[in-house]
């Protein structure tokens, strides 16, 4: 290429804006060209994330003086339903990104069900790609718009859909019990959030009941080509970064291990660990690794498997830029791989 | 009573140990009259915890110099193994709180299976009460030896064993995902303990095959009336103190939270959250507490039950107490119920 | 006594709020009647702090429905500036004990300054007394309203206070670096206190301009009799509780260190180490203990003081207890003692 | 080039050999050609430290096996006393970026004073060049062997040397109080390491008489053409990397920022912040960067000067590329400046 991709990162005041930032930051192919934060405009990206202040980068603007024509691509990390109100109107040509839950439900009566309210931008939902780029690879290469899948379904779904797919595991019962870094709950101010109310401590929530249940049943369902409806229970653990699923299914141990095995061996951010090993969230931190390992239950024919990526890079905003690389023709991996995991 | 009892407490180097001393420094019946380490013997307690310099406390002794005799009970902290050859010879007269895994196991086939080697003291575990206080409360009373319950199985068991008895959910499958403080594995050092191998990240170790799972079936086989054999996912959280397990069960939800709600009415330290609701093990830090709640599952007829304990209280130390309290003769919660949980 | 006092607290959503309802609540003289909080008013103190819910606790009300000479004393956690509105009018035969800045500068102009506006109560402030209790016992025995020392001033004046009465260091240069957890900022929400925040971190913040420096000023300058200004630098550590001082003094290591061990010896919250050896945050946490260590330093006439306390109890609600000890004709320990540093 | 440098990492088990890993595994002009780890020679690096299991790196070996010629640069993160004793050997052909402090004191005295014993590679130590990059650029392209800066001294020296050289501060007292993640340590296992020992609590350790004392005494020195000797404390954080220093000085605050600004303006690793900002260490996790802030004291003439970096990075490994950047004839930013802060 002659040129680097001209990228704009919509809602670079979260956690997910300012880890797009630190992703591309170095990439080969890309340079950031606009970065908004409506209630920062005006601001500098330092002044909201003081690690980046050494950066080079544009001011922080407010979405409504944002030309999207001038973008090649975008990273959308806005909050639910203010996603769809944007997104709607930005260009086909224009390679969008998004992180946020708008896009990821096929069905616009779950959509509905789950989130309160009649979905904003149906046309564009109807040429939504669901982003797990494992599974959607080549439709992600002709899409205009990508809902990149939530961190808990990432983990989830990275282990399970292939063992669906190949009938290696019941349907049902499906147990996930996950466990996620606080990252995962936004840069936004709440109680349950402070210092105090979270460290050094441990607990459930959502159980049940979480928003990402129905995505992960939307793609198991496709890949068992049958309904799925998982029991998934998610807790948040004192810690920054990381999530990690601990899944209890029906089927042999060692050959769910060998299935996942091959099927990922050619996949660069997919590591299946020897049999009976099992993956640690601060392996992967600050990269856009998912690590699964597997093992033996006692009960013969019942497996775990246990699966860990970081939420913010895998889970988000790396799985962002690894879409965006296919969207924008560049290898997949490009800009991604050189984050090895910071450990410790 | 006119005279304090006189304590000795067996493994004073260690957490539970330590933590057995806090909780008896302000006992209103109990006396703390001596303190074994080993390696220490001949120093001061404060010399190892300088958090308990300031109490007086008799000096570090050796095993070896003990006069069991001396003694009105023991709460013993002493490492697996040790602790059935150190309890071997002690009178039976001594009431002996044990927070060992020794004669937890009723079978010794299935003791020898787990932990690699025949038991070494078959007479003391044939009188050996198992220690959950909650359910074996007549036998304590007139105990000898108390094999206190694992903290995991003291988390575990709570809520499954009332409705395991009173047939309100399947024998299978239980599925028990727990989580652990750093605590659990003791102050023995490895480089798994090491801070920075701890914190900020998550995973689980010992995946369906903890020495706890045996425990925990023994005494769920006992309640059901039938053979348990449940899944169980051991899980280590960066925090001192605290334990949730999140459980897997077929049954009505609403119909458990009821019976578990009646059943622990009466209990000083089982408290049954309104339905819905979760625990936080945040909640009990320090307390001999444990918090219960329930939530039904997407799946009709399926359940969550999630409880929360301290793992150094009411699943070690602070269950010995509970229990030498009874053996002793005293109210159950003498000593302990003044102990609010420290939160933040 | 025939009957507990009736104490109420104010403020009671807070950490320090929270932390008095903890203390108090096995008092053997003390009752709590009543617990504020205006937002939360009509609500269980155990839906606001749940740990706290398996207490027989007062419902939680709007300060506007007290009648103040319903109760013995009052511990007031309310912030700053509220705190005199609101104690302006409590009768002066309630015993108030109050954990605010309020009425801690005596110099109205002092306070002008530092807080930005004019104090609105100056009749109570003249009768207001300091209330570090080792340095002021019996002028708290007879008060009627406390001025409970600020977190940072007690782990400074502790040591130091001894030090510049008996000329043992000089007025100038002092420099106190001291380190807090994060309770020590409160409950009220604000991105910076948020988990991601905080954690795996370390910054100083306030340098040299803090609030507590005039407060620091204003004792140490009675206990020199001549006017000293500290340089003070406040810092947050990623830790629930504790506050630790490291304060460079010029004065000898080993004339300070036997200064200190004598002045305290007789009071039961104050240990001083031995000589060389430094106190830990973590060995006093959840205990009202104030721990002391001297070091010389490489140049000869410079010592090295460091203090440790838990911000919230001896800096906070464990001092406001020891005071209302004092003002009700308790023994100043009572209720105290027995909460020994949970560790780990 | 037309071929990248070969690098041996010698003491590739412990978190500093780990580090260089991370940052050298896309260096576009290094490659690694070998790894020791005595204890755990023939395994691989994958099974020491899992997160970098993906990579396709050396297998571990014994140094006794390594042929020094063989390669182009060496990094070394051997203990000390280890390192004097294998870098003896090492042909001057070979570029050393040593990160023991085996090298960095050049009085043999002062280091048989502080480390208690006479030191065994004299002749080398006599060649070694100090490698704190930003002061001794010149002479490190030239060297054969770099004694790279300790973590404290970097954090201290980076701000003090500037002001020392340019006469803006007193040589006398300088009080530097420092923090450091427990990384710092190693990752050797020790009790006082534990995670239950660290975490949730604060203190001082080595007050006055840390061996990197004399090592900031050396340099600065040397930039003030005068005796210095400091006072020094050093800090354990709960946090896993990250080193900061607040740091007491008599000059004037305005100047002192002024003249570390210029100082610094074209250092791609050393930021000074605005007038009166302060530095976090989480805001250089991962990265090369040292931040620099700059405050006034209450006391005219008096400043505060806090310095932050990620110890492991601009504290070890990092300044190790740094210097092997140099030594090798690369930039000096070489596969550095891509690494971002990582924040959360």
Same sequence: chains 1, 2, 3, 4.
Wanted: charged letters at 20%.
């Amino acid at each position: 290429m002659t040129s680097a991709a001209n990228i704009l990162i919509l809602g670079a005041s979260g956690y997910t804006g300012a880890e797009a930032v630190r992703l591309l930051s170095a990439h080969p192919h890309i340079r950031i060209g606009g970065l908004t934060a409506d209630r920062r405009a005006g601001e500098s990206m330092g002044a909201v994330f003081p690690q980046l202040a050494h950066l080079d980068l544009p001011v922080l603007q407010s979405i409504d003086d944002v030309k999207f024509e001038d973008y090649d691509g975008v990273i959308c990390g806005l909050p639910h339903a203010t996603t769809q109100q944007v997104l709607a109107n930005v260009p086909s040509t224009v390679k969008v990104a998004d992180l946020s839950a708008d896009f990821r439900l096929r069905d616009p009566a779950t959509y509905e069900k789950w989130y309160g309210h009649p979905h904003q931008a149906l046309e564009r939902q109807g040429e939504a790609v669901y982003g797990l780029t494992e599974f959607y690879r080549d439709d992600i290469k002709g899409a205009s718009l990508v809902a990149c899948a939530g961190c808990y379904p990432t983990s989830a779904l990275l282990p399970l859909v292939p063992l669906l797919e190949q009938k290696l595991i019941d349907t049902d019962p499906i147990v996930i019990d996950s466990k996620s870094g606080v990252t995962g709950a936004g840069r936004g101010v709440a109680e349950g959030k402070l210092y105090c109310e979270v460290s050094d401590g441990f607990h459930a929530y959502g159980v049940a009941w979480h928003r990402h249940g129905p995505e992960i049943d939307q793609e198991l369902s496709v890949a068992a080509d049958a309904d799925v409806v998982v029991t998934f229970t998610p807790h948040l653990v004192p810690m920054n970064r990381g999530m990690l699923s601990t899944i209890y299914v029906r089927g042999e141990a060692d050959v769910c291990h060998k299935a996942l095995t091959e099927r990922f061996a050619d996949e660069a951010f997919v590591q299946v660990l020897p049999f009976g090993q099992m993956p640690q969230t601060r392996h992967v931190r600050g990269s856009n690794l998912a690590v699964i390992g597997v093992v033996a239950d006692r009960h013969s024919g019942r497996s775990i498997v246990i699966s860990a990526i970081d939420n913010l890079v895998k889970g988000a905003s790396g799985q962002g830029v690894q879409n965006l690389n296919l969207m924008l023709g560049f290898d997949e991996t490009a800009g991604l791989d050189r984050f090895q995991p910071v450990f410790p």
